[in-house]
């Protein structure tokens, strides 16, 4: 598609170009409008249905959108917004630089600005900072017939009528949740408090947004209502921004469990230099712990100086922690994510980790003590070395599964607690045990 | 809740908890029942509103519905499958013991089971197996008005509305799509053939399920239209089971990249012994490598024989390497998974990480070089550490985007050549590199 575009902006057959997009679907376009270079971005994005063109414009990266805004006119800018989501606005004002962003404000409508600076105050992972304001609201007092009318009037410019909130006469209290699907299948004259579910789930503006997107998880909903502190109705959360707000945490949990400061870029658009901050912190304070490990081997010398094949076991054992200690905290951390393991599981965890342990850490001993008693002819050596990597898995998953839950408990991010943490503290712990051992059983 | 619905069932005041029960909200039930003990599963379940207990049934774990289908009576089994949406029972079936499966068959009725019969026929992970055929759908030649009727006659039992599917008049052919809003909005003479929205997107049944989940998050779809291979619809996937499909990825995501085979269950239900059967085997595989990493060490024996501190640095080394290959590779295999990065992006993704890995090595080789100087005032020695810490970080960084990448160009699972497999093969050669440096620049 990309291909076809930059073909019609070559033979500059702009009426072919303008049809061809008419035909196309928004998303597929703001995708290749992404990847368009600057100049043919404005003349593109001008050739757009004036109907489509607002909602291809928010769904387009903010690169994007700060350099349309940059070349379109002011007239261009304001029907732009006009038409715009508040939540799509107030994302847009977020990533701008600030001269675009009071471009930006001078070019909506008073009501329009007033909103997106309401919007702009809610905290920044909360409920209210991704909710919109525009969803379809009836009194309970209406009747069918009233909804219908009403949504005509207004259900054009409303994100979502497919969930249609109801309010008390007053205070426009949430009283009440219905959907399109009722009103089409009730009879014209009943009143809407007849026919409505009245227990409504809902969220209060201060909500955090990631419990927002589980609870769309576990309830199945197309939005979430958002009501302030006195259950007044003030926006609603649809289901696509529950589904960025969870992709976005995904994201993070992954670039965390590996060492590094998450970031919102993408991987391709992330300049080198900032990757290369996210990543070097993390690696400087893991290093420290080595100090600590290299002194403890230091303090066996005597141990490999006597028997230097000794060493060439150092790696296995490291590795082998490393990765007992990673599997189990990857396996509670996510339980932690989603809910299913809580702080005061603490002891069932590690309880059900070490009993992991022992099955996989026996199983390495034999394998490996068979292995190197083949290698080597050397039954102490096979002996050591089997008993270091069953304690090693041992230690390796209890530091693993008990971690990630203490963190949590400590409303630190369990995330962190996860293979490289880990690793490197039981490297130390492993080694510990490694030559203690030997010394025992090798009368070294 | 839980506690509540106890209380009630001690004091056995059913009516009580009846109408408790039908106050609350049917997620929050069959959370609730998962957590009961097999007789008041039943007690509680009995007391349920006819019209919710089907809905709650599909909500509950599959242990939880095998306890009822063993406990509930033919005509009580009869109704909750005559209520319910093909892909539940579907998802009920898989789940099921065969002779519990023989159990529901018997009880729902022969157009039910044939359409089971045609779901189960679905390949895995293709989106016919998750994709449900009741839908709301008409015909190019309705208008509005018999829409509506038609609606008003069919729509309580399908599973969504809000995305409505038009046919041709022929072979139902998928001609166009539009929806209860547009319904609502237009005039009721009008034909929906000249409402609906052309061109469709849509996928066939044999589609891979995450692909069609990734076109949710792509789309903001609701539903998604499912097609034969001669373009007839034949069942649609809604976005709540898209959703369910990127968590489930999501998780198995994670567990591979710690060196586990997936599972489908929860880790608290999950049993000791497979989940050491899950971990095992790539324990097992990562050892084997490092067989190889001990016999290098032993080639240097004379190197650390000679210089017996510079054993104290193998876990720095190791452990640094595996740090700044974990990094990259998770970079990389979650921009591969969102499809970010292709296998054709190699080289510029590699050229990126090169130039990462210069500054991140170049900052630790500094800050060790200068600490190790300070520590033991042997300026060689800091020189072979911070040249080993910069080509290990090159080379780990390097391993670690390019692997994730050829593993994709191979159809292999990326998620594999993550933090245990790069840690792994870094080991044996920054080994290498740091016991060479050392040779050469430190007259051994």
Request: aromatic content about 6%; glycine content about 4%.
């Given at each position: 598609?990309?291909?076809k575009?930059?073909?019609?902006?070559a033979?500059?057959?702009?009426k072919?170009?303008?049809?061809?997009?008419?035909?196309?679907?928004e998303?597929?376009?703001?995708?290749?409008?992404?990847?368009?270079?600057?100049?043919?971005?404005?003349?593109?994005?001008?050739?757009?249905?004036?109907?489509?063109?607002?909602?291809?414009?928010?769904?387009?990266?903010?690169?994007?959108?700060?350099?349309?805004?940059?070349?379109?006119?002011?007239?261009?800018?304001?029907s732009?917004?006009?038409?715009?989501?508040?939540?799509?606005?107030?994302?847009?004002?977020?990533?701008?630089?600030?001269?675009l962003?009071?471009?930006?404000?001078?070019?909506?409508?008073?009501?329009?600005r007033?909103?997106?600076n309401?919007?702009?105050?809610?905290?920044?992972?909360?409920?209210?900072?991704?909710?919109?304001t525009?969803?379809?609201?009836?009194?309970?007092?209406?009747?069918?017939?009233?909804?219908?009318?009403?949504i005509?009037?207004?259900?054009?410019?409303?994100?979502?009528?497919?969930?249609?909130y109801?309010?008390?006469?007053?205070?426009?209290?949430?009283?009440?949740?219905?959907?399109?699907?009722?009103?089409?299948?009730?009879?014209?004259?009943?009143?809407?408090?007849?026919?409505?579910?009245?227990?409504?789930?809902?969220?209060?503006t201060?909500?955090?947004?990631?419990?927002?997107?589980?609870?769309?998880?576990?309830?199945?909903?197309?939005?979430?209502?958002?009501?302030?502190?006195?259950?007044?109705?003030?926006?609603?959360?649809?289901?696509?921004?529950?589904?960025?707000?969870?992709?976005?945490?995904?994201?993070?949990?992954?670039?965390?469990m590996?060492?590094?400061?998450?970031s919102?870029?993408?991987y391709?658009k992330?300049?080198?230099?900032s990757?290369?901050?996210?990543?070097?912190?993390?690696?400087?304070?893991?290093?420290?712990?080595s100090i600590?490990?290299?002194?403890?081997?230091?303090?066996?010398?005597?141990?490999?100086?006597?028997?230097?094949?000794?060493v060439?076991?150092?790696?296995?054992?490291?590795?082998?922690?490393?990765?007992c200690?990673?599997q189990?905290?990857?396996?509670?951390?996510?339980?932690?994510a989603?809910?299913?393991?809580?702080?005061?599981?603490?002891?069932?965890?590690?309880?059900?980790?070490?009993?992991?342990?022992?099955?996989?850490?026996?199983?390495?001993a034999?394998?490996?003590?068979?292995?190197?008693?083949?290698?080597?002819?050397?039954?102490?050596?096979?002996?050591?070395?089997?008993?270091?990597?069953?304690?090693?898995?041992?230690?390796?998953?209890?530091?693993?599964?008990?971690?990630?839950?203490?963190?949590?408990?400590?409303?630190?991010?369990?995330?962190?607690?996860?293979?490289?943490?880990?690793?490197?503290?039981?490297?130390?712990?492993?080694?510990?045990?490694?030559?203690?051992?030997?010394?025992?059983?090798?009368?070294?």
């Amino acid at each position: 598609m990309k291909e076809k575009i930059i073909e019609y902006l070559a033979n500059e057959d702009f009426k072919e170009l303008k049809s061809f997009l008419s035909d196309a679907n928004e998303a597929d376009i703001a995708e290749c409008l992404d990847e368009l270079d600057k100049n043919d971005q404005a003349v593109v994005f001008r050739l757009l249905k004036k109907d489509e063109a607002t909602d291809i414009f928010a769904r387009m990266d903010p690169d994007t959108q700060e350099n349309l805004i940059e070349t379109l006119s002011d007239k261009e800018i304001a029907s732009i917004i006009s038409k715009m989501y508040i939540d799509d606005a107030v994302d847009l004002i977020d990533e701008l630089p600030a001269n675009l962003v009071t471009r930006v404000l001078d070019n909506s409508s008073v009501t329009k600005r007033q909103a997106i600076n309401e919007m702009l105050k809610y905290p920044e992972d909360s409920a209210g900072s991704i909710m919109t304001t525009e969803y379809a609201q009836l009194d309970e007092d209406d009747t069918v017939e009233d909804a219908f009318d009403k949504i005509r009037r207004k259900g054009v410019n409303k994100e979502t009528i497919y969930t249609i909130y109801v309010t008390d006469s007053g205070d426009r209290h949430l009283v009440g949740v219905t959907s399109a699907k009722d009103l089409l299948l009730a009879d014209p004259k009943t009143k809407i408090k007849d026919i409505m579910e009245e227990n409504v789930i809902s969220v209060t503006t201060n909500e955090d947004k990631e419990e927002v997107a589980k609870m769309f998880d576990k309830y199945d909903f197309l939005a979430m209502p958002v009501v302030d502190s006195e259950n007044r109705l003030v926006g609603i959360v649809t289901i696509d921004d529950a589904m960025d707000v969870m992709s976005e945490e995904n994201e993070e949990d992954f670039e965390k469990m590996a060492a590094m400061a998450p970031s919102e870029e993408d991987y391709m658009k992330e300049s080198v230099f900032s990757q290369y901050k996210n990543r070097i912190v993390w690696l400087l304070v893991l290093m420290l712990s080595s100090i600590v490990t290299g002194k403890i081997i230091t303090g066996y010398e005597n141990a490999f100086e006597a028997l230097p094949i000794l060493v060439s076991f150092i790696p296995m054992i490291m590795d082998t922690g490393g990765n007992c200690g990673s599997q189990a905290s990857t396996m509670v951390i996510r339980a932690l994510a989603t809910d299913e393991v809580e702080p005061k599981d603490i002891l069932k965890v590690w309880w059900k980790e070490i009993r992991i342990a022992m099955l996989v850490g026996g199983t390495l001993a034999i394998v490996n003590g068979v292995r190197i008693f083949i290698q080597y002819h050397d039954l102490p050596l096979s002996i050591v070395i089997g008993i270091t990597l069953l304690f090693t898995a041992m230690l390796a998953k209890s530091l693993g599964c008990i971690l990630p839950i203490l963190a949590k408990a400590l409303k630190l991010d369990p995330a962190y607690m996860a293979s490289p943490m880990i690793t490197t503290m039981v490297d130390a712990c492993s080694l510990v045990i490694f030559f203690n051992v030997a010394l025992m059983l090798m009368n070294i």
